[in-house]
C-alpha cells in the first residue's frame, strides 16, 4: 500500500490537529473515533457541519468512493447519452446528507458484502 502516516506525541500538536477536524468529520466510524480523541483532551465536541454543494467535501468523498460513468445508447433512430454519477459507501448515514444537497436516490447493491449507492 501507498500509504502515509503521521505520527507525533507532542500534546500542543495533537490538540491542534483535534481542534481542527472538530466540526467536519462525518463519516460515523471516523466521528467515534474523533469523539473519544476530545473527549481525552477534555475538548468540547462539535456537531458536523454539514456540507453544501460547493464543498470539498463532496468532491473528496466522489474521489475516493465516487464513479463516474456515461452510458451511449441507440433509441428511435437516435444516439442518447445517461450521466451516472455515484458515490457507494457501506454505511448509509455517511453519505445520506447527499440527498440534500444534490438530490438523486440512494439503493442497496447487494453485491461486494453490501454498500449503498
Same mark, same amino acid.
Given at each position: 500500500? /501507498?500509504?502515509? %502516516?503521521?505520527?507525533?506525541?507532542?500534546?500542543?500538536?495533537?490538540? /491542534?490537529?483535534?481542534? *481542527?477536524? @472538530?466540526?467536519?468529520?462525518? +463519516? +460515523? #466510524?471516523?466521528?467515534?473515533?474523533?469523539?473519544?480523541? *476530545?473527549?481525552?483532551? &477534555?475538548? $468540547?465536541?462539535?456537531? $458536523?457541519?454539514? $456540507? =453544501?454543494? @460547493?464543498?470539498?467535501?463532496?468532491? !473528496?468523498?466522489? =474521489?475516493?468512493? !465516487? *464513479?463516474? &460513468?456515461?452510458?451511449?445508447?441507440?433509441?428511435?433512430?437516435?444516439?442518447?447519452?445517461?450521466?451516472? #454519477?455515484? #458515490?457507494? @459507501?457501506?454505511? %448509509?448515514? +455517511?453519505?445520506?446528507?447527499?440527498? &440534500?444537497?444534490?438530490? !438523486? +436516490? #440512494?439503493?442497496?447493491?447487494?453485491?461486494? @458484502?453490501?454498500?449503498?449507492?
Amino acid at each position: 500500500m /501507498k500509504a502515509v %502516516r503521521y505520527r507525533t506525541q507532542r500534546q500542543d500538536v495533537i490538540y /491542534k490537529i483535534i481542534q *481542527c477536524l @472538530n466540526g467536519f468529520v462525518i +463519516n +460515523n #466510524i471516523r466521528l467515534v473515533q474523533l469523539h473519544k480523541a *476530545c473527549l481525552a483532551l &477534555n475538548i $468540547p465536541i462539535k456537531d $458536523p457541519i454539514v $456540507p =453544501d454543494i @460547493n464543498s470539498a467535501y463532496i468532491s !473528496g468523498l466522489l =474521489d475516493s468512493d !465516487g *464513479c463516474i &460513468n456515461i452510458y451511449k445508447s441507440y433509441y428511435q433512430d437516435k444516439f442518447r447519452f445517461q450521466l451516472t #454519477i455515484s #458515490i457507494s @459507501n457501506k454505511s %448509509r448515514s +455517511n453519505i445520506e446528507f447527499l440527498l &440534500n444537497v444534490i438530490g !438523486g +436516490n #440512494i439503493y442497496f447493491d447487494k453485491s461486494f @458484502n453490501g454498500h449503498y449507492l
